[in-house]
């Protein structure tokens, strides 16, 4: 009798899946563009256009979902060495009024590099009126781990994740900027209401840390909350609730393991450490992310789509609340998903790598 019904629970387990995949079919991904190379974050002008970031340092217009043949010139020098290059890139909420568009980027400094943030505007397809916004500091030689993304909230404003860049023990200390979600005014300067504003030697703009490499965040609207994923080593991946001076554990806490199999913490929970939401082994790689607020999904809607780089799928994550409640690993086998958005018109695109190609979601009738 035990064996009949371990037998039905796997079955039933199994039309769970076959089911839940075939909610994903009614979705199909249909490739708008396959000369990609390695693009990492988009954004859509109130003129209809989009514009999607290369890792190389440019940046492509889009318009009705062809490429233009145009790109956008004037951009900031970008070291694409490693994992470094031009990142994300996001529009003010007020950028109707004011026209400021926001990238995040490696930045040369000297013979060294960082994570930093420029804000500028165009003028057609020139890039004008540039304004340093953020630099983290100190600059490292270390070509890897820059994070990033930026996300506005509801009071504008503006959050940086920035990764840890190799420094290990230096994330558990505030006297640096690595391993870090800052929050700053849309000029880069620093609220005084921050977590560590005037503590000793603490950086102000630190908001959260504890962080390895989140290359994931999200501004859920509906709830006022942030939503971060971040690169664990070997396993470990996170999705983490993102919270006014929390510590997320890294490198003291950990679900993974050194790369070559050793053991990089014992603890995986420790007091005083926020515990992530769900964590990921072994790895899928989770980088950009969306929620889901369209109506042309309705079966999605509130659900978080994260790309993921190492199992080359888009994972579907439901949640109950803050807690996670199940995931649907979509698309697999199409390419290294670096970032998902929504359309202003409620269309879900995502751009991946390996092939390098920009995707649109089209709802089944």
């Known amino acids: 009798m035990k064996r009949i019904g371990l037998l039905m629970t796997l079955l039933s387990g199994f039309l769970m899946l076959t089911c839940r995949a075939q909610q994903s079919t009614n979705v199909t991904a249909e490739t708008l563009y396959g000369g990609l190379k390695n693009p990492w974050g988009m954004v859509w002008l109130p003129d209809g256009r989009m514009l999607v970031t290369e890792r190389a340092g440019e940046i492509l217009i889009f318009k009705n979902d062809k490429f233009t043949g145009e790109k956008l010139s004037g951009v900031p020098a970008v070291v694409n060495e490693g994992q470094g290059g031009l990142l994300d890139i996001r529009l003010h909420p007020d950028y109707k009024k004011n026209g400021w568009i926001y990238i995040s980027f490696s930045k040369p400094v ?10 500028f ?3 057609g397809n020139q890039v004008v009126d540039k304004q340093d916004i953020f630099e983290a500091k100190p600059a490292l030689k270390a070509n890897f781990h820059f994070g990033s993304r930026l996300v506005f909230d509801k009071d504008k404003y503006l959050f940086i ?11 558990q200390e ?7 979600v800052h929050r700053v005014f849309d000029d880069g300067r620093i609220p005084q209401d921050n977590p560590f504003v005037g503590q000793g030697n603490a950086h102000g703009s630190i908001w959260t840390y504890g962080h390895r490499n989140p290359q994931g965040m999200v501004y ?19 999705l983490n609730l993102i919270e006014k001076g929390k510590n997320y554990g890294w490198p003291k806490t950990s679900y993974g393991i050194n790369y070559d199999g050793t053991v990089l913490t014992p603890n995986k929970e420790l007091p005083g450490v926020e515990n992530p939401k769900h964590y990921w082994v072994p790895s899928i790689g989770p980088c950009g992310m969306t929620i889901v607020t369209s109506s042309k999904y309705p079966d999605w809607k509130g659900n978080l789509l994260i790309g993921a780089l190492a199992f080359t799928h ?6 109950d609340g803050t807690e996670y409640k199940s995931e649907d690993r979509m698309y697999q086998g199409k390419g ?4 998902v958005a929504e359309s202003p018109d ?9 092939p390098g190609a920009l995707l649109k979601l089209i709802p089944g009738k």
């Open 161 to 171: 994740s920035v990764g840890e860049r190799g420094t290990q023990p230096k994330v």
């Open 220 to 238: 859920d609207a509906a709830n006022n909350r942030i939503w971060e994923v971040e690169h664990g080593p070997k396993g470990g991946d996170e």
């Open 336 to 339: 290294r998903f670096r970032y």
């Open 110 to 119: 000297g013979d060294l590099i960082t994570t930093a943030v420029v804000r």
């Open 314 to 319: 888009l994972n579907r994550v439901t949640l």
């Open 121 to 123: 505007k165009l003028k």
């Open 174 to 180: 505030l006297d640096n900027d690595h391993g870090k």
């Open 346 to 354: 409620g269309y879900i695109y995502a751009v991946t790598e390996g």
